[in-house]
């Protein structure tokens, strides 16, 4: 009974070593944009950015659905599944298009992507150049990316399930404006956000994206896969204007710290992994991490909690 216990946990928190699948991440990541280019392009515009993000189902993501231009009343959508590594696109016209994940650059990706859309009748046009990435290459032209490992895709989806299944208990804590448990394909980032309910102070200089996703005091958290700035896993915390004293804060677990180039809160995968339950380890950061930024940004936490 304890050893079928301790392969349940591993199964469900995986290890993740940035390094075993850098490659298939850096595909990986750039082929969602390529959807979610797709999604920003076609669907109608939400507060901060909410109509861009993927979500997270029980075969691995997808955009849920998008309006088909020319088409009233119809949608698609595209699916991510990382059981049998198929990439999807259904209609509620009943058509669709299948492709296998596996090794292909992002160039071919794009044109594979772009022309089924117009087999199934799907008009669009995207900015071909990735964002949020260093050093971006246009989709249409990146014959460098071109890694699938269908065991990494599956680890890191298997850590999702468990992250989204943890934000969302956190989310239910909280009754004041709070955003959906979100994949955002820019940042290649699982986030959930609260709000206070004020307005925040406009960024100088920030772009548009920017000042919309920022135009409240936001407390955020999620997780991410790392990149070449933080080459582990971690999950993290921030909050938004950061309130004076927020990096001095004590926030739980032990393992947990405030990281002073990225100005947020990081906890390591491998520290959660490792711990007896980890959900309670994580539920302890995102919980301590946020009390520490409402507390000290003076939010209403008694008309916001429940």
């Keep these: 009974m304890v050893n079928r216990s301790k392969n349940t946990r591993a199964e469900q928190w995986p290890a993740l070593p940035f390094e075993d699948w850098k490659e298939t991440r850096e595909t990986l990541h750039l082929w969602a944009q390529i959807v979610g280019k797709v999604r920003l392009a076609l669907s109608p515009h939400l507060n901060h950015w909410w109509q861009v993000p993927f979500y997270v189902t029980a075969r691995g993501l997808t955009t849920s659905p998008i309006p088909i231009p020319g088409h009233h009343g119809q949608i698609f959508e595209v699916h991510f599944d990382f059981i049998d590594h198929q990439f999807l696109i259904l ?166 710290f405030y990281h002073p180039t990225m100005c947020e809160f990081l906890l390591r995968y491998d520290d959660v992994r490792n711990t007896d339950v980890p959900e309670q380890a994580l539920l302890e950061f995102f919980q301590s991490t946020y009390e520490a930024g409402a507390t000290l940004g003076q939010w209403d936490r008694e008309a916001l909690e429940r």
Aim: charged share 20%; aromatic share 12%.
């Design 91 to 256: 209609t509620s016209a009943g058509t669709s298009k299948t492709l296998p994940l596996i090794p292909r650059s992002v160039s071919t990706f794009y044109q594979e992507f772009m022309a089924s859309l117009q087999t199934l009748g799907i008009e669009v046009t995207i900015n071909p150049l990735p964002c949020e990435i260093r050093h971006p290459i246009p989709c249409d032209q990146d014959e460098v990316h071109a890694s699938y490992d269908p065991d990494a895709a599956n680890r890191f989806w298997r850590v999702l399930i468990q992250v989204d299944t943890v934000l969302k208990e956190f989310r239910a804590r909280f009754i004041g404006k709070s955003s959906p448990v979100h994949f955002f394909w820019g940042s290649f980032d699982l986030a959930v956000t609260r709000f206070s309910g004020r307005r925040a102070p406009q960024r100088e200089g920030a772009d548009r994206i920017t000042r919309e996703a920022y135009s409240h005091e936001v407390s955020s958290c999620g997780f991410w896969p790392g990149d070449e700035t933080f080459p582990e896993p971690a999950f993290y915390a921030y909050s938004a204007p950061e309130p004076p004293g927020l990096k001095e804060a004590i926030v739980r677990p032990a393992s947990a």
